[in-house]
């Protein structure tokens, strides 16, 4: 085996590192124009649409993208209640050479002035400073409370009423107070 030189090392181009997150530019989408064979099959479009949906609710609004060769998508504006500013699509493709087209997919697509829901926020986001201090506090006084307090208290519900096992201790220790008082009625008495 041949022993390498610092020179031919040095001449050697380091590897190439794979960019991660932010450094790595997207890659930019090209509209193309709208394919002539796409473009026309409206009422092919139509039809896909009309497969998951009414009749009433597809408007007369209609707009043409093409979105690469072959592959272009139809809009239609939504008539459904509730629905202001979305638009039904179908997208449609054709095979090269080929003179028809093929409905790929079929669905609602929100526009510019659509009502859309909230974006999602994780819990840890959503929980309210106040409440953060409150659970701490509490966490807090039970860690320094620690095992001293050995006896469960008793829980109470909405009503003021203690839980069962908390029932169970209160009716024995009447009933013992009970006997204990008609046993000493009866030593009284004697």
């Not at 400073?129 to 409370?145: G, N, S």
């Amino acid at each position: 085996m041949a022993e390498r030189t610092d020179a031919q090392e040095s001449t050697q181009a380091p590897e190439a590192q794979p960019l991660l997150g932010d450094a790595a530019k997207p890659r930019r989408r090209r509209r193309s124009t709208p394919d002539e064979v796409l473009a026309a099959a409206e009422d092919t479009a139509r039809a896909g649409i009309l497969e998951i949906t009414d009749a009433s609710t597809l408007g007369e609004g209609h707009e043409v993208r093409g979105e690469e060769d072959r592959l272009s998508t139809h809009l239609f504006e939504c008539t459904l209640k509730g629905y202001r500013g979305w638009s039904w699509f179908a997208t449609l493709s054709r095979a090269p050479r080929s003179k028809t087209a093929t409905v790929c997919e079929v669905g609602l697509l929100p526009g510019p002035d659509a009502l859309l829901s909230p974006e999602w926020v994780p819990w840890s986001e959503r929980v309210r400073p106040e409440e953060l201090a409150a659970q701490r506090k509490a966490d807090q006084e039970t860690a320094a409370q620690g095992g001293a307090d050995q006896q469960a208290p008793v829980e109470e519900n909405a009503d003021g009423e203690g839980s069962e096992q908390g029932r169970r201790t209160e009716a024995g220790a009447a009933e013992a107070t009970s006997q204990r008082h008609s046993a000493e009625t009866q030593t009284a008495g004697r």
